[in-house]
């Protein structure tokens, strides 16, 4: 039988790489806020999705703080946070936790990392149309979204949800004709690009 002091000195304690969590602090959305949690696991038990969460946000806090850079960044938790804010309005140091989750995974998309790839698509897609429409037509997005992994996909995905598609028209929540872009599209996209070089760190 092992002896318990043994194996605990064996491991030793946890030990803290400064390096990741100073990228964080000073590239990541409200990444600085980190430093004001104090593990108390309040945004763990308030979080609705913290069950299918690989890390729950305290425990992303405490992974930024150890260096783990890779569980950090590849971790499906970043892209779950809902934006209920229970976390936020109940975390007694104020953390605003939902941002901070919201950076880290804007951050992770900038530096390659596709923690859940259905979700990465959607949201090129859902972007482009904004740019470019200045709004959301809701048979183009979703037809644009299925093909984006090919035609066979496209067609497939497009099939399974042909019912729905129905039911939309029938209740008139989605137009037989294309949607027209929003008045004043051009200042639009002027200000979506000059948002997006500001989040990329352009001037």
């Not at 590239?27 to 729950?56: F, H, T």
């Not at 859902?126 to 709004?135: E, M, S, T, V, Y």
């Not at 209740?171 to 690009?193: D, Q, T």
Request: charged share 30%.
């Amino acid at each position: 039988m092992a002896d318990p002091k043994k194996k605990g000195k064996a491991e030793g304690p946890v030990s803290y790489d400064p390096s990741f969590s100073k990228e964080v602090f000073e590239k990541v959305d409200y990444g600085e806020k980190i430093k004001m949690c104090m593990q108390c696991g309040v945004c763990a038990a308030s979080c609705p999705l913290s069950m299918v969460m690989d890390y729950s946000p305290r425990k992303i806090f405490a992974l930024i703080r150890a260096g783990k850079r890779s569980e950090v960044l590849s971790s499906k938790a970043i892209m779950l946070c809902t934006s209920c804010y229970s976390c936020k309005v109940r975390c007694p140091r104020k953390v605003p936790v939902v941002d901070v989750m919201h950076g880290l995974a804007n951050y992770a998309l900038k530096q390659g990392y596709v923690p859940r790839e259905e979700t990465a698509l959607f949201g090129r897609e859902f972007w482009k149309q904004i740019l470019r429409l200045g709004r959301i037509d809701e048979k183009d997005l979703p037809r644009r979204y299925f093909f984006s992994k090919g035609i066979i996909p496209g067609i497939k995905k497009s099939m399974e949800l042909a019912d729905m598609g129905i039911v939309l028209m029938l209740h008139k929540r989605m137009k037989l004709l294309p949607e027209r872009s929003v008045k004043g599209i051009k200042e639009l996209r002027k200000m979506l690009e000059k948002a997006s070089a500001m989040g990329n760190g352009g001037a």
